[in-house]
């Protein structure tokens, strides 16, 4: 009798003592959600659904890259790489000594050939090859602050090298600061068709209106700018507010690629072909010392923008590689059919709720 009591008491213990060292359990509570077995779509590719796909995907492909090929090749670009052919003769062994040289005369005369009706308007560009404005000390050199609050003048610490001057009166900043605007393209175009119509360049709007609006003030002045030992590219007009220096905002807006192209300008007519278009061109911009290259591009648009085939060429390449395939995987389903499975004896149709 006693020896029953003394185990029935020493199990209670026993038991006692496992539960109160019973860890709480970090089992999460079930739900259908946390277990992803709620309904969803679990489509079986059988061969007749891969082959519709890929024929799906070659007919919506191939007609957009006939039609943006078919817009790439209605645009009219003339390309004029100068930046040799504007050295005299004799200069050419010292560019950059002639570059760089204040007496000598750098305009140059070009002749460029219309080859087919050009529409209004006609976008002037100018190209630069090797030139990294995506180098992170470029990019770095500018005081955002300072184009949009005129009380921020003084807020120079980011453009260093070309942050401050010293004048009479001590050490004055430079506004806009930094190497992206003290590096301002300073080539020059003038235009006249077949030597007796002078065509004018219309530069307003061609920058980004958000640019203009926001990022540029109004009641921002030029101060300063190229009074430095060393002059960078284009010198600014004091008396206009840096909104109104399209050139300045568009520059500013830094190319991702070493080659880009920058708008220059808009001409507002017609051209028709075999027009002889005459440019007097001021070669002003050092592209010599890091041997980058120069372009002035005149361009067309249409719907798709300007003259870029690789859109084209790539929705046709995956519009044909689809068909393609759409073709063999037809071929293969035809001549060595394969016998599917019960899609019944799949897991979730023999137990729906996953459990």
Request: hydrophobic share 35%; aromatic share 10%.
């Amino acid at each position: 009798m006693s020896s029953n009591t003394a185990s029935s008491s020493s199990a209670a213990a026993g038991s006692a003592d496992s539960s109160a060292n019973r860890r709480p359990s970090k089992r999460p509570k079930y739900s259908r959600f946390t277990q992803q077995e709620l309904p969803a779509c679990k489509p079986i590719l059988t061969p007749k659904w891969v082959i519709s796909a890929f024929l799906l995907v070659s007919i919506v492909f191939i007609p957009i890259g006939v039609a943006s090929l078919f817009a790439s090749r209605d645009v009219v670009e003339l390309v004029d790489r100068y930046e040799t052919d504007c050295i005299p003769p004799a200069n050419r062994t010292n560019k950059v000594g002639y570059i760089q040289s204040s007496t000598t005369d750098k305009v140059c005369n070009r002749t460029i050939k219309v080859r087919k009706h050009m529409k209004q308007p006609i976008y002037i560009y100018y190209q630069l090859d090797n030139f990294y404005q995506n180098h992170r000390r470029y990019v770095k050199s500018r005081s955002d602050s300072q184009l949009k609050d005129p009380n921020d003048a003084s807020v120079t610490s980011a453009c260093k090298p070309e942050d401050t001057i010293n004048g009479t009166n001590g050490t004055l900043p430079i506004v806009p600061c930094g190497l992206i605007a003290w590096s301002l393209f300073n080539d020059t175009y003038r235009f006249s068709r077949n030597n007796n119509q002078t065509l004018a360049v219309n530069k307003k709007g061609i920058s980004w209106k958000s640019d203009r609006e926001h990022k540029f003030s109004n009641k921002v002045f030029p101060k300063n700018f190229q009074n430095g030992t060393v002059r960078g590219g284009k010198n600014l007009n004091d008396s206009i507010p840096l909104s109104d220096q399209e050139d300045l905002i568009v520059w500013m807006r830094t190319a991702a690629l070493p080659t880009f192209r920058k708008l220059y300008g808009k001409i507002e007519m017609d051209l028709n072909a075999d027009d002889e278009i005459h440019v007097i061109l001021e070669n002003n911009y050092n592209t010599y010392s890091f041997n980058g290259k120069k372009r002035l591009v005149l361009s067309t648009t249409s719907w798709l923008g300007g003259r870029n085939d690789f859109l084209g060429i790539a929705y046709l390449t995956v519009g044909g590689l689809c068909f393609f395939l759409a073709l063999s995987f037809t071929i293969v389903y035809l001549v060595k059919p394969r016998r599917l499975g019960d899609p019944s004896y799949l897991s979730w149709n023999r137990n729906p709720g996953g459990r």
